[in-house]
Each structure stands twice: as C-alpha cells, then as structure tokens.
C-alpha cells in the first residue's frame, strides 16, 4: 500500500454522505519539491442512528492521515507520514439485555529515505511506530438462564527499522534487505460466565468460567530476503526469492521461518501471458493476538502454508481484458483457533453458549477465478467474474468447510460515464456460507448436527449510484444519490 501522491498544482476535497464527512487537502511548493497531504474522515453513522431512532446502538469511526515528502537532492528523497484511527461501536441487543461497548485506537508513524546510487541501483530505508489500544466492556443477562460480564483491555507498541537495496537493468534484478524490531504488549482481562442447566438446550449441565490475566510480553522481530529475477529467453521470465524471519517473544526457542518462493512468466505473444507460482509463507502469531479471552495464554509456533498459483491473461482488445486463475494452498501446523457456531457476529463471542475450539491437522485451500472486463474505450465500461472456491480444514481425519468458505461467487457491474453524469450498477451473489444446524425432535429434545455440514442460504446485494458534476469557478461539485443493499 503506497501513500497517495499530491496531485501537480495540488488539489483540496470537501464531502458528506450517510457514511461520513470528509476533508482532503494537498499540494507542493519550492517549484514542486515539496510535496504535502493532509485527509481526514469523521463518520455520520451515529447521526444516521439517532435519526433512524435506533436502539441497537451507535458505530462512530475516525481517521486522519497526514504525510509529507521533500526531494533533498535530485537522487535523495526523504519522507514522514502518520496515521491516527479510532473505532467504537455500542451495542444494545434488546430483549433481554447484552450490552458491548468496544473501542479501538490505532496510531502509526513512520518515515521513508530513497536514494538513487545509480540509475540502476536505489537504496531505501524506513523507520516506524506503532501503538494500538483495544478495550471492550460487556455485559448479558437472557433473564436467569445465563449472566457475564467481560472486562478486555489490551495494548501493544512496535518499532520497525528496515534497509533494502534493489537494482534493476531491465532484463534482470536483484532486491535484498534485512529488518529489526521490538514488539511488547499488555493484556488485562477480566472474564466471567456461568450457563444455567438446560441453557441454551434441554439436558445440559449447569457451567461456567471465569478467567483473569495480567500479561506483558516483549521480545524481538528479525527478517531478511532476498530475490532476483532474469529474463532466460525473450519470452521467458524467471523469478526467485529467500526469506528468513524469527520472534523471540513467542517461545519459539529459535525455530526461525525460512520461505523460498520461485516463479515463472510465459508471454506468448503481445496479448497473452501464463504465470505459475509457488511460495512457502509463515505467519507468526502476532504480540497482540493471545487467545486469552478463551483461556490461552502461551503463543503458538508459526502456522505454514505452501501456495500454488498458476494464472493466463489474454488481452482481445486493448479494452477488453481476460483472466483465468486457478490456486492451490496447503496449511500446515495450524494453531486452535475459537468459533461460535450458530451467530459469528458477537463483540462478545466468548460469552455466547456456542463457542467451540477448533484444532485442525492441516487445511487446504483452492479454487478457481475468471474475470472478463471492459474499460477505457467508450462511455460504458463493465466487468463480470466468477469464482469457486473450496477451504477446508482437517480434524481428526473429517474433512470440515471453514466457516469462511463461499463455494460459488459472482460479481459484475457497469459505469457509465459522459460529460457530466456518471451511474454505477454493481451486484454481487455467492452461495450460503456454512452453519450448523440445530434441529427439535418430537420428543423436544434438540440435536445438533455436525459442525459447518449445513448453510445459510444464498446471499444477493446490488448497489446503485448516479451522479452529476459541475463547475463552480475553481472548484468542481459532484452530487451524487446511491442505494446500498437496493
């Protein structure tokens, strides 16, 4: 993700919609030197709730972002930008009472130095900060049958310096860099719950659990890569890279991840090319991701996957774009993680009487996308895709749909565009995700059946949006009216 470049002249942006209000402000100076961009958002959702006189609660979000960069020298450009989110979201989910009120607070600061050795060789550099809050309060009541409360407060800060060197002459490259930094975070969790017997079905026990943790881990982050890529023949390409990372904050005892990754690039003639990749990927368990709020207090080794991507991309017209991709992911040494069966969308998931532990073997994940577009020649411009896709978990020999899997996905849209006005139709449809399903016998006993064998049903959403814009001396002014979910 790069930061957005001051357009030339500069360029200051005013809006308001439902979702938020919005200011933009950038420019350069010193003959263009010294480029500057100022944004921030602040969210109208909680107006929109009060008008709408909705109990449910309130989500209220805020951003800023501010960065400028200065070419010291024609070779040397140096750069310090930041960040500053906030979240929150009140939730009152009446009869019978849960109550959540969640915070989270994001701010990251960082700076960037790029200097050209040469025109072949560049040599960057970047140093950077981060600290995170996330604090949630909760309380359920469902009358007798079950109580709660929760008390999460969570923070953790980092410190990132990385160098990298790249050189490029056209038909070949070569890239390396190391980086170093500290991470430690704080946990304070208070949680409680006690189920009544015969809660939530007929025949089960009386429980519950109360969980207190006052944790601080800290350690240190190391990585380093390198990557190089030639051209063996004028239509063969060939890409391969190394890269070595390690944490000391998770008791891993120096079981380092080393990830190779290697491709290749076919181009079969001016408008069609095949690429086939594969790569191994570790991703550690972050300093902010303890499981403490189900009872884990020790960090896991890093999960692995291997991934397989082979790609063909054929250009009918220079406005007519096809793409056809097919992948492949296996994952090994996959840490438990903690669902809720039957409602994943809780701020309080840990106190609902369907959460589970998940502990697969190993998980494979694959699948199929094409994607047919048009754009750039004319007013209209459209697209249509369709995917299938499989992600599978491994556990104790059953082969069970992740709750995230989405069998079948199709997507499309048109924008229209002339003179002033501009329409946008976009739609999007993907089969039911998996569920459990709970069934009541004659008896009025419940069973409840495998884990994810069943599905919701399938899932339908189009957007519509119109626009009109004109000129106000310097300025121009879109208005614009659109339907989400119409």
Do not use: C
């Not at 960057?124 to 469902?142: P, Q």
């Not at 410190?159 to 070949?172: C, Q």
């Not at 999960?303 to 790609?311: F, G, I, K, N, P």
């Not at 993907?430 to 399903?437: C, E, L, V």
């Amino acid at each position: 993700i790069q930061p957005a470049t001051p357009p030339p002249g500069g360029a200051y942006e005013f809006g308001v919609s439902l979702f938020h209000t919005s200011l933009l402000a950038a420019d350069e100076f010193a003959a263009g030197r010294v480029r500057w961009l100022v944004t921030g958002r602040r969210s109208n959702l909680d107006e929109v709730s009060d008008l709408a006189r909705s109990e449910l609660g309130e989500p209220r979000y805020a951003d800023v972002y501010a960065g400028v960069e200065a070419d010291v020298t024609d070779r040397l450009t140096v750069a310090v930008r930041g960040l500053l989110a906030t979240d929150s979201i009140e939730l009152r989910d009446d009869p019978v009472t849960e109550e959540a009120d969640a915070t989270y607070r994001n701010t990251y600061a960082w700076t960037t130095l790029d200097y050209a050795l040469t025109d072949q060789l560049h040599a960057t550099a970047l140093a950077a900060i981060t600290d995170v809050s996330n604090d949630r309060e909760g309380t359920v009541a469902d009358g007798t049958d079950r109580n709660g409360f929760v008390d999460d407060e969570r923070d953790y800060r980092t410190t990132l310096v990385r160098l990298g060197l790249a050189w490029d002459d056209g038909d070949r490259s070569l890239a390396a860099g190391v980086e170093a930094g500290t991470a430690e975070a704080s946990y304070r969790y208070r949680g409680r719950m006690d189920f009544a017997a015969d809660y939530p079905f007929p025949g089960l026990p009386d429980r519950g659990f109360l969980r207190a943790f006052d944790l601080a881990p800290d350690g240190d982050t190391y990585a380093a890569w390198v990557s190089g890529r030639v051209r063996l023949a004028p239509a063969l390409t060939a890409e391969a890279g190394l890269r070595y990372a390690d944490q000391t904050y998770d008791g891993s005892d120096g079981r380092s991840q080393w990830g190779p990754r290697a491709s290749l690039l076919w181009t079969l003639d001016p408008h069609t090319r095949v690429r086939v990749g594969w790569g191994r990927f570790f991703q550690p368990q972050g300093i902010q991701e303890l499981q403490v709020e189900d009872g884990v207090p020790d960090f896991f080794p890093a999960q692995r996957a291997d991934h397989l991507v082979a790609s063909l991309e054929h250009a009918f017209t220079p406005a007519l774009e096809f793409r056809l991709e097919a992948y492949r992911k296996d994952y090994d040494a996959l840490r438990p993680r903690f669902e809720n069966l039957f409602d994943p969308f809780s701020l309080l998931p840990e106190l609902q009487p369907d959460r589970v532990r998940v502990a697969p073997d190993e998980a494979v994940a694959r699948g199929l996308e094409v994607l047919l577009r048009r754009r750039g020649d004319g007013p209209l411009d459209w697209w249509v895709s369709w995917a299938w896709a499989e992600a599978r978990d491994d556990i104790d020999g059953r082969d069970v749909p992740r709750s995230w899997e989405q069998r079948h996905t199709l997507n499309g849209g048109l924008v229209y565009a002339r003179g002033p006005w501009s329409a946008t139709l976009a739609g999007t449809w993907h089969s039911g995700w998996p569920t459990t399903a709970v069934t009541l016998a004659a008896d009025g006993s419940v069973a409840v059946g495998p884990r994810n064998a069943a599905a919701f049903d399938d899932f339908l959403s189009v957007d519509l949006r119109a626009g009109y814009t004109t000129t106000l001396g310097p300025a121009e002014v879109e208005t614009y009216v659109e339907f989400t979910n119409a």
